[in-house]
């Protein structure tokens, strides 16, 4: 989370509304938040929010029941190659939700919690786009790449250990099932599962 002297200074910074002020305030729990984003293409400055997902975990529990599964009533143009990935075609997407209902949501289930996810900058300038234009201020919270923590617990004792750093490499080596794979719910839930591992013996859940 960046210090509140620190934001006052920077050019971009605006304090989000009052429905999210929480957001400002430092973090003291023990959850953290999971959360993957499929978009239009993979570009974060151009590729439109097509679906998010996210849950909470607390400990070693992810709250499934809470879970939150949205997917985006869009119109965009689909790179092909995105379909392959997460195969939402426009047809699947027809019953889905406004893009700004799915952010509103995405704020009330986040609050100032922190958040977690696999190249979890993609996620982070994906939705920064979206809350700057809906409401003008980026989100607060502290980001934690999971990819990071994995490599700095694996290259403790032997730095030159050679990694396999992919989404399907880390899960095959944490012995995590890879559930949906590219579905955000499914990506979520495996990410959630890859935290728990490498926090497993941390007490103090401070990566």
């Known amino acids: 989370m960046i210090p509140h002297w620190l934001r006052r200074r920077m050019p971009w910074y605006s304090p989000p509304p009052a429905r999210w002020s929480i957001m400002e305030e430092a973090y003291k729990g023990d959850e953290i938040v999971v959360l993957d984003c499929e978009t239009s293409m993979f570009d974060?400055?151009?590729?439109?929010?097509l679906s998010v997902a996210a849950v909470v975990v607390k400990g070693q529990h992810i709250q499934l029941s809470d879970a939150l599964d949205l997917t985006i009533n869009s119109n965009a143009i689909t790179d092909p190659n995105a379909v392959k990935v997460h195969y939402l075609r426009r047809e699947d997407r027809l019953n889905g939700v406004a893009a700004a209902e799915a952010i509103e949501k995405l704020l009330d289930f986040i609050g100032n919690r922190p958040i977690c996810g696999f190249y979890i900058e993609y996620d982070r300038a994906i939705l920064n786009r979206y809350i700057r234009e809906l409401y003008h201020f980026q989100l607060p919270n502290r980001f934690i790449e999971v990819s990071e923590l994995y490599v700095r617990q694996k290259r403790?004792?032997?730095?030159?250990?050679?990694?396999?750093?992919?989404?399907?490499?880390?899960a095959k080596d944490l012995n995590v099932p890879v559930i949906d794979r590219h579905t955000a719910l499914g990506d979520v839930i495996s990410t959630a599962l890859m935290w728990i591992k490498l926090t497993k013996f941390n007490t103090k859940r401070d990566p």
């Open 44 to 49: 974060r400055k151009k590729g439109e929010l």
């Open 156 to 170: 403790r004792y032997i730095p030159e250990l050679a990694l396999d750093l992919t989404f399907e490499g880390l």
